[in-house]
């Protein structure tokens, strides 16, 4: 039987009228918020890592300072959700702990590493993608500092697909043989691992039925893994590549593109900490920390200096 409160609550999620910090709201719709939220953020700031690897070797001093622009906007990004997430009565400090800690999860994608300049080609275009993929709906979510968030981040996000395509493009058009080489397997090694971003299948997103309900989530996993490859296919044909599916395949019937299984054991085996790189991402966030705790105890002695100088 629902409250009075709880009825209230899902009307306005019905009509569309967005949650705002002040409303009342279940303890599930928060917690599930900050969770998702916080996974978010997570994802933005360690996703700098693996595009941080190829800074100090861009080809050019335009492609740097492009790189460079994208990997600031993602600090952005984790920033703005940080700062959402907060609204929502949860501690920044405490949820990064947790984070180096490795009690809670960030984007799989990110513990995969970056071996060639093409795969940041394929991270802007792949990654990115599927995030806006991902994100595009969530302007739309119920909770209104979030959804106003995703409204930049997607704005930003679509120039970063735009400048991955590019590299990519470049490198298949103008390249030697052993640049279009490296594109090739550079798709190769991303193709399934971003799949796997959408999560788990619907069968088995535990979480998915209550945060529709809750219009936290507007589509379920299968359908946005499933508009990503219908939106990618034809971009990946013009770049002149393949997918590493051999059953990847346009059924006329469905309207969609058929696709081959995805391998959960590898998902669950990177969520749980055994993918690639996860141990190197979080050693690095906790080496960054310790390294700029000077510059965050000089900020507070010069905020206390300050305030000091007011009041006298
Ligand atoms: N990587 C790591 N964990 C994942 C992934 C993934 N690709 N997909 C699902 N999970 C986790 C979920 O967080 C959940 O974990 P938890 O219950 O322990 O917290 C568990 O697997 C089960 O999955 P679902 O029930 O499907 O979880 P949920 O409803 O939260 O859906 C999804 C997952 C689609 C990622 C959702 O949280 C979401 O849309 N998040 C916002 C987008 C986002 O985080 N993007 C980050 C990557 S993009 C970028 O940063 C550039």
Request: aromatic share 10%; with cysteine.
């Amino acid at each position: 039987e629902m409250s009075a409160e709880e009825r209230a609550f899902q009307e306005r999620i019905d009509a569309e009228i967005k949650i705002e910090p002040k409303n009342w709201m279940p303890d599930g719709y928060r917690k599930t918020l900050i969770r998702q939220i916080s996974q978010h953020a997570h994802s933005e700031v360690v996703g700098m890592l693996p595009e941080g690897n190829w800074l100090t070797r861009a080809p050019t001093l335009k492609r740097k300072l492009q790189l460079m622009a994208k990997i600031q906007d993602e600090a952005g990004h984790g920033l703005y959700l940080y700062s959402a997430m907060e609204t929502l009565g949860a501690d920044r400090d405490e949820e990064i702990d947790k984070l180096h800690d490795g009690k809670v999860k960030y984007s799989s994608i990110f513990n995969y590493p970056t071996l060639s300049w093409a795969d940041i080609g394929t991270i802007g275009w792949l990654v990115d993608g599927a995030a806006i993929v991902n994100q595009v709906p969530l302007q739309r979510t119920s909770y209104g500092p979030y959804s106003r968030a995703m409204i930049r981040v997607c704005k930003e996000e679509s120039f970063h697909q735009r400048q991955g395509y590019q590299i990519l493009l470049d490198l298949m058009q103008g390249g030697t043989d052993e640049q279009k080489a490296m594109v090739q397997d550079s798709i190769n090694r991303f193709w399934w691992p971003v799949l796997m971003m959408f999560g788990p299948s619907d069968a088995d997103s535990p979480n998915s039925a209550q945060s529709m309900a809750w219009k936290i989530k507007r589509h379920s996993n299968d359908e946005l893994r499933q508009r990503f490859i219908d939106q990618t296919v034809p971009q990946l044909e013009f770049l002149g590549c393949t997918a590493p599916d051999p059953d990847l395949k346009w059924n006329e019937a469905r309207g969609h593109y058929d696709f081959g299984e995805i391998d959960w054991s590898e998902f669950f085996d990177v969520l749980k900490g055994n993918g690639p790189c996860n141990r190197e991402r979080i050693e690095t966030r906790k080496q960054a920390i310790d390294d700029g705790a000077w510059v965050r105890e000089a900020a507070k002695a010069y905020a206390a200096k300050q305030r000091a100088r007011q009041a006298a």
